[in-house]
């Protein structure tokens, strides 16, 4: 028993940290029926919809045959191929969020370098699409859980959310481009790819279920209707993605919620972190995502504080720094830890040093434009 609860915990932390702290609140204010009223069930069910189409998606293959189809004119050509291997992760972030890109395109970008006898490449590589995923995922309210939550936590319009990321995005993208350039030679040894085929028809149905997910996110669509839709859905047609979705994440939400609700129950508690949050929610909330993660810090804060905007940049610009400041971050790592001929200490390195020039960058940038 013991043997499957440790590698279970070390794969699960968050969840754990999440379920600990919601057991340990509860001793304060007991279990009631009012713990009901803390959870967010919108959220909770498109995060479920959202991870599951997601799934469908990936499953057809269609990444895989996009990133084929955007490198084989360009293999040859070192530096466009920087650019598009770090902006593959960047836009598909936008879409699928930060963990299911960096899941798509990490593993075909090791292979790709490895193939070509660019292993030291590999490292600056992929923190730049770690980098890429975390600050393009931003830029949407599906990118990433935080964004998903607060979006809807705080009942923002698309315009509110829009100018808030917008301006933070493109800056991303300038600099990512910059930053890929120099990696590749533009004399780059060509490697084979082969044709990656997508299922269409698979692919036209999860992307109409993609775009009712969309419908329901900005409010044109109940939730209730999208999950009874994307539930009927994939049990007729592939049940095996009902158990795609990330659950641990669905209950460290339910987890970080309790917690969250308690909190706000004691007078001495809810007193300090309001007067925190008042001081300055977007520094807070950076942060906090250096210690617990970006998408706890949003649901733990979000009780405290008015200020949604400030707490929704926070928390993504909070995604840069350490490697638990967003959870995507070690996927990467995850990765490339079983790599042959692996660097962990020059990763960390690179990784870190990245990091906090990007986190050091755009904290000046919300000072200027706040």
């Not at 593959?88 to 930060?98: D, G, K, R, Y």
Request: charged residues 10%; hydrophobic residues 60%; proline residues 5%.
């Amino acid at each position: 028993m013991i043997r499957r609860i440790i590698p279970f915990i070390k794969r699960e932390l968050v969840f754990c940290l999440a379920l600990l702290l919601a057991i340990l609140s509860a001793f304060f204010v007991p279990p009631s029926r009012e713990y009901v009223s803390y959870i967010d069930f919108r959220v909770l069910g498109l995060l479920w919809c959202l991870m599951t189409v997601v799934a469908g998606l990936r499953s057809c293959g269609v990444f895989d045959a996009l990133s084929t189809a955007l490198l084989h004119r360009n293999v040859s050509r070192g530096r466009m191929l920087s650019v598009i291997l770090v902006m593959l992760p960047f836009f598909a972030s936008m879409a699928v969020t930060n963990d299911v890109a960096l899941l798509t395109f990490v593993p075909f970008t090791i292979g790709l370098l490895s193939s070509a006898k660019c292993e030291k490449v590999i490292p600056p590589m992929l923190v730049l699409q770690t980098l890429a995923a975390n600050l393009g995922s931003m830029a949407t309210p599906v990118g990433n859980p935080q964004n998903l939550y607060l979006y809807g936590a705080y009942s923002m319009t698309a315009s509110e959310f829009f100018s808030a990321v917008l301006p933070f995005a493109g800056v991303a993208f300038v600099l990512l481009t910059l930053c890929a350039l120099p990696l590749l030679p533009e004399s780059f040894p060509a490697a084979h790819l082969p044709p990656v085929p997508a299922e269409k028809k698979k692919l036209l149905f999860f992307t109409v279920l993609f775009a009712l997910c969309l419908l329901s996110v900005f409010r044109f669509l109940a939730w209730q209707w999208l999950l009874a839709a994307v539930f009927l859905s994939v049990l007729l047609f592939d049940r095996r993605l009902i158990a795609a979705a990330d659950y641990p994440l669905i209950l460290t939400f339910i987890c970080f919620f309790i917690f969250s609700g308690n909190l706000g129950k004691i007078d001495a508690v809810n007193a300090a972190l309001r007067a925190w949050m008042g001081k300055n929610a977007f520094l807070t909330a950076v942060l906090a995502s250096q210690v617990i993660s970006n998408v706890p810090a949003a649901v733990l804060l979000s009780g405290f504080t008015d200020a949604g905007t400030a707490l929704l940049l926070g928390t993504d610009i909070g995604g840069l720094g350490t490697p638990v400041a967003s959870l995507a971050s070690l996927i990467t790592l995850k990765f490339y830890l079983h790599t042959p001929n692996r660097r962990a200490g020059r990763f960390l390195a690179v990784f870190l040093g990245a990091n906090a020039a990007f986190l050091a960058i755009f904290l000046a940038i919300y000072a200027l434009l706040n």
